[in-house]
């Protein structure tokens, strides 16, 4: 095996990890309450309690691409989420990202923006949550500042 065929070895099996560990931390922190969807919902506990949040998922497929509108909203976002040294990365798979945190149905009108809190009490904390903020920590180091994650198919 060559050099660039084991680094691409591994940048798949972390991919995979990656992905594996953010589905894990949002089913927790849906069931833990910790947990706030939607791209407005998002901006407002951003607004009245920065320091709750603790992770951000940004969100967009083809059909949004194009959207000016929801690019400046990530735009806002991915900058607050620098200024506050909160972890933040990007999901090209909005349906299966709804799947994850809707209800039974999946149906949600905005998955664009999840982001994951720290309960007041303090009492939830979250093995996967740490390896993401590893992971992100890891590519920061490596000039990616918004990596992406692809969330395992069903």
């Known amino acids: 095996m060559t050099l660039e065929e084991v680094l691409i070895q591994k940048f798949a ?3 995979q990890c990656t992905g594996k560990a ?11 309450d910790c947990l706030t969807v939607g791209v407005y919902e998002s901006a407002k506990v951003m607004n009245v309690d920065p320091d709750s949040v603790s992770f951000c998922v940004l969100a967009t497929d083809e059909e949004w691409e194009c959207d000016i509108a929801l690019q400046i909203h990530f735009t806002l976002i991915q900058s607050f989420c620098f200024d506050n040294d909160i972890s933040i990365v ?13 209800d039974k149905t999946g149906q949600l009108e905005d998955a664009h923006c999840c982001l ?6 303090g009492s939830w904390e979250d093995a996967a949550l740490e390896k993401l903020h590893l992971f992100c920590e890891e590519s920061r180091s ?3 500042w918004v990596p992406e994650i692809t969330l395992l198919e069903r």
Do not use: F
């Open 13 to 15: 099996e972390r991919a």
């Open 22 to 32: 953010l589905e894990e931390v949002l089913l927790s922190a849906k069931e833990n």
């Open 90 to 102: 990007r999901v090209n798979d909005m349906q299966r990202l709804a799947e994850i945190v809707g």
């Open 116 to 121: 994951i809190t720290n309960p007041a009490d």
């Open 142 to 144: 490596l000039n990616d």
